[in-house]
Structure formats: C-alpha cells, structure tokens
C-alpha cells in the first residue's frame, strides 16, 4: 500500500467489519472543482472585504482628525503598495459582489444543475474581471 489512496478507502461498517469505501476527501486525494474553487473564494474574499475596510477607516479616521495624517495616509494609498492593495480589494469586492448574487439565485432554488452551476462560476469570474478593470479604468480617468 505505498498509494495514500488505497488506505484512504479502507472503512469499518456499524457492526465492525472491515470494507473498501472512500473516506473522508484528503488534500492529497481530492482534485479541487470549480464548485469547491469558487466557495473558498467566496469565504477568502468575505475575509479580505473585512480586512481591506480596516484600510477605509484608516484613511476616514486620518481625514478627520488633520490635514497631516489624511496627507500621510493618502501619500501610502497612492504609492506602489497602496494601488495593489486597492485593486486587490476592489477585484474582491466585485467578486463577492457578484458571487453573492449567484448565492441568492440558490436560496431560491435555481441554478443547481451542474451545467447551470459551472456556467454562472465562469460568468461570475469574467463579471468580476470585467467590473474590476472598468472600477480602475473609469478611476483613474478622474484623477
């Protein structure tokens, strides 16, 4: 048995004895869908959403208590690191966004057929590609 595989699908029925049956899905067993991809997306870009505001209040809080830390601040927010940060959260932003309506199509019930499914995942990555560069370049256009 060197295949991690093989002893992954030995199992124990309720009376105790012993069968070949897939247990739970290891990491090096699994191969990742566009399904299970797009939900650990989901949840990453909730995370970064939460993360990211924390850059927005800083930037709020500095406006607000002097012209030298709002200076300082967007000084940061318009270097190099600034910008990636920005786009990262605005291409998460967008993602959730449009991840978050397909969740709500599935709370009512449609688009659980499987071509259905992998189709709204790939239309929700081109919508979040789309939405990101247009944020940018319609941005940038009014600096």
Do not use: N
């Amino acid at each position: 048995m060197t295949d991690v595989r093989e002893a992954l699908m030995v199992g124990r029925t309720s009376d105790g004895r012993t069968v070949r049956r897939p247990l739970s899905p290891h990491l090096q067993v699994y191969k990742p869908q566009i399904t299970s991809t797009l939900s650990i997306f989901h949840r990453f870009t909730g995370i970064a959403l939460s993360v990211g505001t924390l850059l927005l209040v800083w930037w709020l809080v500095a406006a607000a208590t002097s012209d030298a830390a709002y200076a300082s601040v967007s000084g940061f927010i318009r270097s190099p690191v600034g910008y990636l940060l920005l786009f990262g959260w605005t291409a998460a932003l967008w993602y959730h966004f449009c991840s978050g309506i397909r969740h709500l199509f599935w709370d009512v019930g449609y688009g659980f057929e499987l071509p259905t499914v992998h189709a709204t995942g790939k239309a929700v990555l081109v919508a979040t590609v789309v939405l990101t560069l247009l944020t940018w370049v319609v941005g940038l256009a009014t600096l």
